[in-house]
């Protein structure tokens, strides 16, 4: 049984406008942020896939920059009674006549019997510079579902440096991680981990004397593998930016389960 199922007690399948805050945050100046550009459209010989979500540009030492996000939504579903989604993000360095793609980010859902949904978390796109050396890090986050019910969701934090270098955490959400208990008046739900890590993660379980849930743990990611190899200042930064967007996902998920506090009477 996953966690998912032991959460809700429900079946679930085992695959599981730009964000305008995001200029916000750039100009508080946090730490290793690259000052971005939004974009209505982007120039001709940049592919897009599906509807475009977001667009920024930005400089670099490898020169003008453009980052594009989007979704192909499902829609109509197919004879056979299934949907297939599909996210697409990709650099591309503006140079000479044609723009220049340095990578791309595909992703599906394919055949799903259930409801498909993919979708970029706009509040994980970041571009940054953390080691100084004028090379841009470039990363996006996304959930991808096939579900029958309301419930955690697959996420995926993923950095880009140039063409060479790729790096994720990727686990489960917060999306229907809670839900309202009537009887008691409260929230209940596995609470919002706070380490990821396989140690971290069972002393969790333990405390709260969940048995049957396998990791990882709504919010939490299955490993750091990926950054064996890497500066340690992308890895702090990933899970930096991972437990904030899982913060955010648990407080707007839970203010929507909390009931409408009652008004007085007159």
């Not at 989604?85 to 340095?102: C, H, M, N, T, V």
């Not at 970029?120 to 796109?125: K, P």
């Not at 996420?155 to 999306?175: Q, S, T």
Request: hydrophobic residues 40%.
């Amino acid at each position: 049984m996953n966690s998912v199922q032991f959460l809700r007690g429900q079946l679930r399948p085992a695959l599981m406008v730009v964000w305008m805050t995001l200029g916000a945050a750039h100009a508080a100046g946090a730490a290793g942020d690259v000052s971005l550009t939004p974009l209505a459209q982007v120039p001709a010989g940049v592919e897009v896939r599906g509807r475009q979500v977001a667009a920024y540009s930005w400089d670099d030492r490898q020169g003008h920059n453009l980052l594009v996000l989007a979704e192909q939504e499902a829609g109509e579903r197919d004879d056979d009674g299934t949907q297939s989604a599909s996210i697409y993000a990709a650099q591309y360095l503006l140079e000479g006549d044609r723009p220049k793609r340095l990578w791309m980010l595909h992703d599906d859902v394919q055949r799903c019997e259930f409801d498909a949904g993919l979708h970029f978390d706009n509040a994980a796109t970041r571009v940054t510079d953390l080691l100084g050396d004028g090379l841009s890090q470039v990363t996006v986050g996304y959930s991808r579902t096939c579900t029958s019910d309301v419930s955690p969701r697959e996420f995926k934090l993923i950095m880009h440096i140039g063409k060479a270098h790729k790096y994720g955490l990727r686990g489960i959400d917060r999306h229907g991680a809670s839900w309202w208990d009537e009887e008691a008046g409260a929230l209940r739900g596995m609470p919002l981990p706070t380490d990821c890590s396989v140690a971290g993660q069972q002393a969790l379980l333990s405390q709260y004397q969940e048995q049957g849930t396998d990791l990882p743990l709504p919010g939490c990611y299955n490993d750091e593998h990926d950054f064996a190899k890497a500066p340690a200042k992308l890895l702090v930064f990933m899970r930096q930016q991972w437990f904030a967007l899982m913060q955010k996902q648990d407080a707007d998920w839970s203010q929507q389960q909390s009931p409408a506090p009652a008004e007085d009477e007159p």
